[in-house]
């Protein structure tokens, strides 16, 4: 739901800040009246950015551009969720400037874009950690990657098979629009989802779903579970991860786990601009890169980009 | 006088067309949906899309198109939704329109439209929030998004429908037939079900349908409130997926012009058949019924 309204009220700005395009356009078509008479002279106009696509982005693309947006008064951002496919289609048929994306484009949307005349650059700006999580009375604490798979193709069905009680288990995820549930799937499952699955319109329904259900587990961008002091939000329990039978147990709570690769289900967080960006949403995405930006990103819940991300990134010459 | 008759001819030319616009949009956009959804049996096998229970073009493995278990869903929901709308929509008509006094009548008037107006996102959240935990409660499940939680919503959207047009059809009742059932000594029970009813009986069967049609169509309330599970439904207890669901979730990333793409135009003239089959059922009673009748 929380990305349903943000999506509504951000469709609402957008139609207003259209508005204030129009009213700008006027304004400058005025102005330069006014300064044609000779009488002033101004600078005026605003840049407006659409970026659009993952629902696990949204509040974080969100955030960074409200900051960024205070810096820069002369900049607008427009910033819409619906899945990063929806984002990816959006940019193939020109009608955003920045796709948000959870997963790499696929080989058959690269061609389409290019038969569109579009030339994806993908930049990377934030590390994601899945996060499992689960019904707060459930009493697992600790689940191997083998396991989770098991569960998530519908081979396990009962909590008791696995040291919990006899419960039905059941199983929340995205839809096949997000890019979620195409990394997990590819990441972790490694096979076709159990055909039980909830396919849930959101991550935040998922972890609405899961509090309400004392049977739920579900994966989730691990924004959607901590709060601002980063601590996990109630009726919600964030499970630990076993790489292999013998490593011990890790959460994705400690940042330092999911930097060093230790908590094993992470991925990079795209966004997919037309060519190399150029402008203000170049500027943005530097800002994003900036240690400020990498810093706003530590303290909505996801982490800083790798090195070797950050190197990609330089490499395109966007940052130095 | 030519003038006049040149005038003539182009109001009737004019209201000629708006006439028939509906039929040619209606044509357009079967055939449409019919020749891309055609395209899908190039690659498909039509007995594994009617008859295959699994629906899952974006698979890990082999894709699969099957879309039985929607149909089921789709049906499902809508059976659900009916039963608890049609008893209750009639009976609220019934009293609104026979026996509330006109204060009362003028107070749940708009309140109903009010009903009506709520948008369906809104009520899909209701769902996840509040009835969705409320049926897990009373029924002993660990979830509540399923194919009832589904119906009772549904039930609430149609309602509206289904009590406005019945209680036009009720209210259009000619006084007559009540007076003299009343001079025969029958109660006002007897006279409502048994006169007044049957009498508005073309018009309540058209309020079901155009309450059905509301509840096959309806997207964003079950898209959120019956979890949208692949697997066929075994029971009201088990998630379900209906096709306008599917449509909504696939149709916005499908790579252009894959089988998947034309798969999607398929369901939508299955769709578009199953609200077509309701309409033409509905005809033929209304005009069977208004036959023995007179």
């Known amino acids: 739901m929380k990305t349903y309204l943000m999506d509504n009220l951000n469709t609402g700005a957008n139609s207003l800040r259209k508005l204030g395009q129009n009213f700008c356009c006027n304004g400058v078509f005025i102005l330069l009246c006014l300064s044609l008479l000779g009488c002033v002279k101004k600078e005026a106009g605003s840049v407006s950015i659409q970026t659009k ?112 009680l006899d419960l039905q288990i059941s199983l929340y995820g995205r839809q096949s629009n997000s890019g979620t549930y195409v990394f997990f799937r590819a990441a972790v499952v490694k096979g076709d989802y159990s055909q039980k699955m909830k396919m849930m319109n959101g991550t935040a329904q998922i972890v609405e779903a899961v509090k309400q259900d004392r049977a739920g587990i579900g994966y989730v961008g691990i924004g959607y579970v901590v709060d601002d002091q980063g601590k996990v939000i109630s009726g919600i329990n964030v499970l630990k991860i076993t790489k292999a039978v013998d490593s011990p147990p890790v959460s994705p709570l400690n940042p330092e786990n999911v930097k060093t690769g230790l908590y094993p289900i992470s991925r990079p967080l795209y966004q997919y601009t037309n060519g190399i960006p150029r402008g203000k949403i170049k500027e943005f995405i530097q800002f994003e890169l900036s240690p400020e930006g990498q810093n706003i990103i530590s303290l909505e819940g996801y982490y800083p980009v790798t090195l070797e991300h950050m190197e990609a990134n330089r490499r395109l010459g966007i940052i130095k | 006088m030519n003038f006049k008759k040149i005038r003539e001819k182009g109001v009737y030319l004019f209201f000629f067309l708006t006439g028939i616009s509906v039929v040619v949009l209606l044509t357009g956009i079967f055939l449409m949906l019919f020749f891309n959804g055609l395209k899908t049996f190039r690659d498909v096998r039509f007995i594994d899309f009617f008859f295959g229970t699994i629906w899952n073009p974006s698979a890990y493995g082999e894709p699969s198109y099957g879309i039985l278990s929607m149909v089921v869903s789709t049906f499902m929901v809508t059976l659900g939704a009916m039963l608890i709308a049609i008893p209750l929509g009639i009976g609220t008509a019934a009293y609104i329109a026979d026996i509330a006094s006109p204060k009362i009548r003028e107070t749940l008037k708009p309140i109903i439209e009010i009903l009506a107006g709520i948008p369906s996102v809104a009520i899909g959240f209701l769902g996840i929030v509040l009835l969705g935990p409320l049926v897990a409660r009373t029924f002993g499940l660990s979830s509540g998004l399923n194919a009832l939680n589904g119906s009772i919503l549904l039930a609430v959207m149609s309602l509206p429908t289904i009590i406005s047009v019945s209680e036009d059809a009720i209210r259009a009742v000619p006084r007559d037939y009540k007076e003299a059932s009343y001079a025969l000594g029958a109660s006002r029970w007897t006279t409502l079900v048994r006169v007044t009813l049957p009498a508005a009986f073309s018009g309540i069967v058209a309020s079901v349908m155009l309450g059905i049609g509301r509840a096959i169509g309806e997207t964003m309330t079950v898209l959120m409130a019956t979890g949208n599970a692949i697997a066929m439904p075994h029971g009201f207890f088990d998630s379900v997926r209906t096709i306008t669901a599917t449509i909504a979730i696939e149709l916005g990333e499908v790579p252009y012009g894959t089988a998947h793409y034309y798969a999607l135009f398929a369901i939508g003239a299955v769709l578009f058949l199953m609200s077509f089959g309701v309409n033409l059922v509905a005809e033929l009673v209304t005009a069977k019924y208004r036959e023995g009748k007179v």
């Open chain 1, 53 to 164: 696509g993952s629902d696990t982005e949204v509040n974080l693309v969100q955030r960074l551009s409200e900051v960024f947006m205070k810096k820069n008064p002369d900049v607008s951002i427009a910033v819409t969720g619906g899945g990063s496919g929806t984002g990816i289609a959006a940019l193939i048929n020109k009608q955003t400037d920045i796709a948000n994306s959870s997963r790499a484009m696929k080989d058959e949307e690269i061609r389409q874009a290019k038969d569109n005349g579009v030339e994806p650059v993908a930049i990377i700006f934030a590390t994601d950690g899945l996060a499992l999580i689960t019904n707060q009375s459930l009493p697992v604490e600790s689940l191997t990657l083998e396991k989770v798979a098991k569960i998530f193709k519908g081979e396990i069905n009962n909590w008791k098979e696995i040291g919990g």
